[in-house]
C-alpha cells in the first residue's frame, strides 16, 4: 500500500478494485491544510476514463507490471509502435503514453510496460538528450537573475513538439538534457 502523496503519474493503482493508470496528477492546498491529488486516471480494462481528487493521506495498492525494453520504431494513427529485441511489435494507445509523447524519436530505446500480457505504457529514461530545433534569441540587457525562455525540441512526429524552459545562453542547434520527470532543463551537452 502507498499513499496518494508517493503515486507518481504513470503508476498503476487499484480503485474499487479495478486496475487505473494515472495519466495526470495535480496537487493542490499547502502543508498547514494539507494536499489533495487530482488525477486523471484511465481504467486498463475497459479504457474508460476517471477524473477524482483524494487526500495525500489516502492509501491504494500499486500493481507491479512487467517491463521489457522496446525501442520506439514509428507511427501508425493512432497507435504508436514498439520493437523489443525479438522484433516482437507492441501497439500503444497516444493517451497511454502521457508526457512520453512529447519526447519520442525515432529508434529511441525505453521500456514497456504490460499488464496482462498487453503494452499499455512506456516508462522513459530519467534524463535524454534533445537538440534544440528552435528557440528564441536572447534579449541583450535581460540577463539579471534566472531568466529563462521557451525552446522548442526534437521528437518523432513534429505535431507534439515539445517546450522545455531553458537558460537564455541556450540556442537553436544545441543539444540539451532534460529530466524526463519534471520536464526541465538540465544542461547543454558537449560532444
Not at 495498492?61 to 512487467?66: P, S, W, Y
Not at 545562453?169 to 547543454?188: H, M, P
Request: proline share 4%; aromatic share 10%; net charge negative.
Amino acid at each position: 500500500m502507498k499513499f496518494a502523496k508517493e503515486i507518481r503519474v504513470g503508476n498503476i493503482i487499484m480503485v474499487d478494485a479495478k486496475p487505473f493508470i494515472v495519466l495526470r496528477s495535480d496537487v493542490n492546498g499547502s502543508s498547514r491544510t494539507g494536499f489533495t491529488y487530482k488525477w486523471k486516471m484511465k481504467n486498463l480494462l475497459t479504457n474508460a476514463p476517471l477524473e477524482n481528487v483524494f487526500r495525500g493521506d489516502d492509501k491504494f495498492d500499486v500493481v507491479v507490471l512487467d517491463k521489457k525494453p522496446v525501442t520506439y520504431s514509428y507511427f501508425a494513427d493512432p497507435l504508436f509502435v514498439f520493437m523489443d529485441e525479438e522484433y516482437n511489435q507492441y501497439e500503444i494507445e497516444e493517451e497511454n503514453l502521457g508526457d512520453a509523447i512529447h519526447y519520442l524519436k525515432d529508434g529511441m530505446e525505453c521500456e514497456a510496460v504490460f499488464y496482462d500480457g498487453k503494452a499499455i505504457s512506456v516508462e522513459l529514461p530519467t534524463t535524454i538528450a534533445r537538440q534544440v530545433v528552435y528557440s528564441e534569441p536572447a534579449v541583450k540587457g535581460n540577463t539579471s537573475g534566472n531568466v529563462l525562455k521557451e525552446a522548442k525540441i526534437e521528437n518523432a512526429i513534429e505535431a507534439n513538439q515539445h517546450i522545455v524552459q531553458v537558460p537564455l545562453f541556450v540556442d537553436q542547434g544545441d543539444v540539451i538534457e532534460i529530466d524526463t520527470r519534471t520536464n526541465e532543463y538540465k544542461k547543454i551537452v558537449r560532444n
